[in-house]
């Protein structure tokens, strides 16, 4: 069982390792990455020129704690997410889904954000 749930991260990482090399985020265009677990979702925007987070979400902050980690729950916070963006002033991003298979919670987020009025 263990090495079953290691062999399933490990291919995880290498996928995500032959995303990033494609994918990277600029002040124009930053960067959307996911990362999620069982119970939590979280979101950022990254400049990968600075190295630096400008915008983020996550179901960890006091105001988004209701949110659970389903299909629901990911496009809430996807809209959530598209509204800091135009707060910003960020109008379209680079998607990174970390490796995960863009399927679900991931397609939902997505779609909230796209929802929101962000574009990628």
Known sequence: MLQK????????????VHIRKKISGTPERPRMTVTKSNRRIAVQIIDDTKGHTLVSASTLEKELRGIKANVAG??????????????KNIKSVVFDRNGYLYHGLIKALADGTRKAGVQF
């Open 5 to 16: 749930m290691l062999e399933k991260d490990r291919k995880r990482l290498k996928r995500k």
């Open 74 to 87: 990911a496009a809430q916070l996807g809209e959530v997410m598209g509204k800091r963006l135009l707060e």
